[in-house]
């Protein structure tokens, strides 16, 4: 039986998640909403310094079954994007537990596996099929390529490979288009502004949704406080109480309910067992005046 190569399986893998989820060819907007709605996993966009160029982890706990994805906050949205949907794909694929099999896949192959379902996640060959429905193979222009990184969200970079996949371009314009920058397309075709919205949005941390729903369950009960919140969104408790406030967020209130002894249920003494403890004290009390 022939293995089928990683960017099969991240093609395929891929295709499967949009058929399954309803997405069709349309580009997808907000991938942590889409993920954490879809999905029983939880995403963050968190503030820690990317190291080594790692800027995305994904975690399994075993003995609760949860799965985090972890993405760091940046300047740059599409590489935001990408990273993402790389680290959606361990999540599906269980990678984490790859290592637990007779014949572990390689790493390389794993993250060549992620990076081929982000792109074809993000931008379908059937996508840019129904896209440049208009447009004439081997005769586009830059301007092309501005549109579909803009209506896409994804770097020039992956837009290249796949145009090239889908038969839009060459190899040659692909080498040349790969080396260009987001920012530069976004100035020269005039969708600059809609770009450092982009960033604005990518450079926030967010907390995971349904762990900030089950915080706020808490506050209203009143048994998680406002400082409790606050951490989990990474801002000042006051903040957060304004915006609680404003949303009409509050604990209960619990009223006490007075009551009289008419309420309280009878309670039967026993009177034998009153008046043995009166004789012990009476005796050990004597006892004590004898010595």
Same mark, same amino acid.
């Given at each position: 039986?022939?293995?089928?190569?990683?960017?099969?399986?991240?093609?395929?893998?891929?295709?499967?998640?949009?058929? !399954?989820?309803?997405?069709?060819?349309? =580009?997808?907007? +907000?991938?942590?909403?889409?993920?954490?709605?879809?999905?029983?996993?939880?995403?963050?966009?968190?503030?820690?310094?990317?190291?080594?160029?790692?800027?995305?982890?994904?975690?399994?706990d075993p003995k609760g079954g949860a799965t985090f994805?972890?993405?760091?906050?940046?300047?740059? =949205?599409? $590489?935001?994007?990408?990273?993402?949907?790389?680290?959606?794909?361990?999540?599906?694929?269980? !990678?984490?537990? +790859?290592?637990?099999? #007779?014949?572990?896949?390689?790493?390389?192959?794993?993250?060549? $596996?992620? +990076?081929?379902?982000?792109?074809?996640?993000?931008?379908?060959?059937?996508?840019?099929? @129904?896209?440049?429905?208009?447009?004439? #193979?081997?005769?586009?222009? /830059?301007?092309?390529?501005?549109?579909?990184?803009?209506? &896409?969200?994804?770097?020039?970079?992956?837009?290249?490979?796949?145009?090239?996949?889908?038969?839009?371009?060459?190899?040659?314009?692909?080498?040349? @288009? /790969?080396?260009?920058?987001?920012?530069?397309?976004?100035?020269?075709?005039? @969708?600059?502004?809609?770009?450092?919205?982009?960033?604005?949005?990518?450079?926030?941390?967010?907390? =995971?949704?349904?762990?900030?729903?089950?915080?706020?369950?808490?506050?209203?009960?009143?048994?998680?406080?406002?400082?409790?919140?606050?951490?989990? $969104?990474?801002?000042?408790?006051?903040?957060?109480?304004?915006?609680?406030?404003?949303?009409?967020?509050?604990?209960?209130?619990?009223?006490?309910?007075? /009551?009289?002894?008419?309420?309280?249920?009878?309670?039967?003494?026993?009177?034998? &067992?009153?008046?043995?403890?009166?004789?012990?004290?009476?005796?050990?009390?004597?006892?004590?005046?004898?010595?």
């Open positions: 039986m022939t293995m089928s190569s990683a960017e099969e399986e991240g093609k395929l893998a891929a295709s499967k998640f949009r058929a !399954d989820h309803g997405l069709g060819v349309w =580009p997808l907007n +907000d991938l942590v909403a889409l993920i954490e709605t879809r999905l029983d996993i939880d995403v963050a966009i968190l503030d820690v310094e990317a190291k080594g160029g790692e800027h995305g982890l994904t975690m399994f994805i972890g993405v760091a906050k940046t300047d740059h =949205p599409m $590489r935001q994007r990408s990273t993402l949907a790389h680290e959606l794909s361990h999540a599906l694929f269980r !990678d984490w537990v +790859d290592f637990d099999q #007779p014949m572990p896949l390689a790493r390389e192959r794993r993250e060549q $596996r992620a +990076d081929a379902f982000a792109r074809h996640l993000l931008v379908p060959e059937d996508s840019l099929r @129904w896209f440049l429905a208009a447009c004439t #193979p081997g005769d586009l222009q /830059m301007s092309h390529l501005s549109a579909v990184v803009q209506t &896409f969200l994804v770097s020039p970079a992956i837009a290249a490979i796949a145009m090239d996949s889908a038969g839009f371009i060459n190899s040659t314009t692909k080498a040349q @288009w /790969m080396g260009l920058h987001t920012p530069g397309l976004a100035t020269q075709f005039g @969708w600059l502004d809609q770009y450092r919205t982009l960033q604005a949005d990518s450079s926030q941390t967010r907390a =995971p949704q349904r762990l900030l729903t089950r915080a706020i369950r808490g506050y209203v009960e009143d048994i998680v406080t406002v400082e409790t919140v606050a951490s989990i $969104r990474g801002l000042s408790a006051s903040a957060v109480k304004e915006e609680l406030d404003a949303a009409g967020i509050a604990p209960k209130v619990v009223e006490a309910v007075i /009551m009289s002894d008419k309420d309280f249920p009878a309670v039967e003494v026993d009177q034998a &067992f009153l008046d043995a403890l009166d004789d012990l004290d009476r005796q050990v009390n004597s006892e004590i005046e004898e010595q």
